[in-house]
């Protein structure tokens, strides 16, 4: 009888511990890590590494970032990674190869692309301007079609497309 108790004790023991590891299973993230890269024709590498929200209803600049005047790590989570394997021009302005932090400052005029030496930093909290390796202008226009998640594009010419919502943000790297 010991022994039946024994054995039905162990079993009961190994049911709830393998329900338990069930229930414990990972979840998706509801901003997944992503990346998106191309090979300039001058060969190039270019890679952008963002976590990928999505909006659920909300309106950029209303009810999420980027909101008017403030920095937005243009991802979620952890700031988005910009990597170049080569020094390049992006919008006519010299940028070293390396690793940088993107970011954007949406205002009145337009909207400012910030490369920031700190590439690794969460979100924009730890963000410090002295450590801005460039700061440009870029073309912002209503997007045909509306985004519902955040996604990057760069064309193998160097074209860099953001879309968001209606938000179309485009930049060159050469």
């Not at 300039?40 to 950029?60: A, D």
């Amino acid at each position: 009888m010991k022994n039946l108790s024994t054995a039905i004790f162990v079993a009961t023991s190994l049911l709830v511990s393998s329900i338990s590891f069930a229930q414990d299973a990972p979840k998706p993230k509801p901003s997944p890590l992503t990346e998106t890269n191309s090979v300039l024709s001058n060969g190039t590498s270019v890679s952008i590494k963002y976590s990928q929200p999505s909006l659920k209803g909300r309106t950029p600049g209303k009810d999420i970032e980027p909101m008017m005047g403030k920095i937005w790590r243009a991802g979620a989570n952890d700031a988005t990674v910009f990597e170049i394997s080569k020094d390049v021009k992006i919008n006519g302005q010299t940028l070293a190869a390396g690793k940088y932090a993107f970011f954007t400052l949406q205002n009145e005029k337009g909207t400012t692309l910030i490369f920031n030496k700190t590439w690794k930093q969460w979100g924009a909290f730890q963000y410090k301007e002295a450590e801005d390796a460039l700061r440009i202008s870029a073309k912002q226009s209503v997007a045909a079609e509306p985004s519902e998640k955040l996604t990057y594009t760069i064309s193998n010419k160097g074209l860099v497309n953001l879309k968001w919502g209606t938000i179309n943000i485009e930049f060159t790297v050469e």
